[in-house]
C-alpha cells in the first residue's frame, strides 16, 4: 500500500464550482501535512500548510483528521487559474536525529473550464 | 533574496554520458532533496541528506550518486549505469524538522 494517496483525477469543473480533494496516510506517526500547487513543467509550490484544526485561506480550506488518517484541501469559486495538480505532501519521523521525511502523493490533476 | 538554485535548467546528454546537476541553497536548511518526476507522475525520491558529510538512499536511487560536502550544496551525478535518465530533477530543502520544503526551479534532462 502506497503511503500518501490521492485521486488522480482529472476533475474537470465549471468556474465557480466548488471541488475537494483527498488524500490518505498510513503512518500514524506523521506530524506535518501541506498541500503544493504544480503548474505543468513547473517546480511544486506551497499552497498551505495544514493544521490541526483546520485553516483557510481566502477560497481554499485545508483540513486535517488525523483519526482516519486523511487531509482534505476545498477550493470554493474555483478559476480558471486554479487549473494544476495539487500534491499532498506527509512528513514523517525518520532518518537520523528526530528528523522527519516527506513523502509524496502522486497528485490530483484539476481543469477548470469557462 | 534566499532561495534554491538549480542548474542547468536544460541539459542533453549522450548515451553513456555522466552528467552532474548542481542544487545550492541559502536557507540555512539543514535537509536537502533530490526527486525525479516523469510526465504525467509524481515526484519519486533519489537521494536525501539531513546533515553535511551523510545521505541516504530514496525509492529510486540506482544509477544516481550525490556528495553533501557543504550544507548549501546537494549535486546529483546521474551516471551511465541510470537505464531510463531522461526526466525532470527537482531538488528541495527543508528544516530538519516539520517545516514545509522548498524547491528549485528544476532541471530538464534529456537523453539522446
Known amino acids: 500500500r502506497k503511503e500518501v494517496e490521492q485521486d488522480p483525477g482529472p476533475f474537470n469543473v465549471p468556474e465557480g464550482a466548488t471541488v475537494a480533494f483527498n488524500c490518505t496516510y498510513s503512518?500514524?506517526?506523521?506530524?506535518?501535512f501541506f498541500w503544493y500547487r504544480q503548474d505543468c513543467r513547473k517546480e511544486p509550490k506551497l499552497l498551505m500548510s495544514?493544521?490541526?484544526s483546520g485553516n483557510e485561506d481566502g477560497r481554499f480550506t485545508a483540513q486535517l483528521n488525523r483519526a482516519s488518517q486523511y487531509i482534505s484541501l476545498l477550493i470554493r469559486d474555483s478559476k480558471l487559474s486554479d487549473s494544476a495538480t495539487y500534491l499532498c505532501v506527509v512528513k514523517a519521523p525518520g532518518g537520523t536525529g528526530g528528523s522527519y521525511i516527506p513523502t509524496f502523493g502522486r497528485g490530483t490533476s484539476l481543469i477548470v473550464h469557462p | 533574496d534566499g532561495g534554491i538554485t538549480q542548474s542547468p535548467k536544460y541539459l542533453f546528454r549522450k548515451e553513456g554520458q555522466n552528467v552532474t546537476l548542481s542544487c545550492e541553497q541559502n536557507?540555512?536548511?539543514?535537509?536537502m532533496y533530490w526527486y525525479r518526476q516523469d510526465p504525467g507522475q509524481g515526484l519519486r525520491l533519489i537521494y536525501y541528506?539531513?546533515?553535511?558529510?551523510?545521505?541516504q538512499k530514496g525509492d529510486i536511487a540506482e544509477g544516481y550518486s550525490v556528495s553533501r560536502e557543504k550544507k548549501e550544496s546537494f549535486p546529483l551525478t546521474v551516471t551511465s549505469a541510470q537505464k531510463n535518465p531522461t526526466a525532470f530533477y527537482l531538488c528541495?530543502?527543508?528544516?530538519?524538522?516539520?517545516?514545509?520544503?522548498?524547491f528549485g526551479e528544476g532541471s530538464r534532462l534529456t537523453v539522446l
Open positions: 495544514v493544521y490541526s
Open positions: 541528506s539531513q546533515i553535511v558529510n551523510d545521505f
Open positions: 503512518n500514524s506517526a506523521s506530524q506535518s
Open positions: 536557507l540555512n536548511h539543514d535537509a
Open positions: 528541495a530543502s527543508s528544516g530538519r524538522g516539520v517545516g514545509e520544503l522548498f
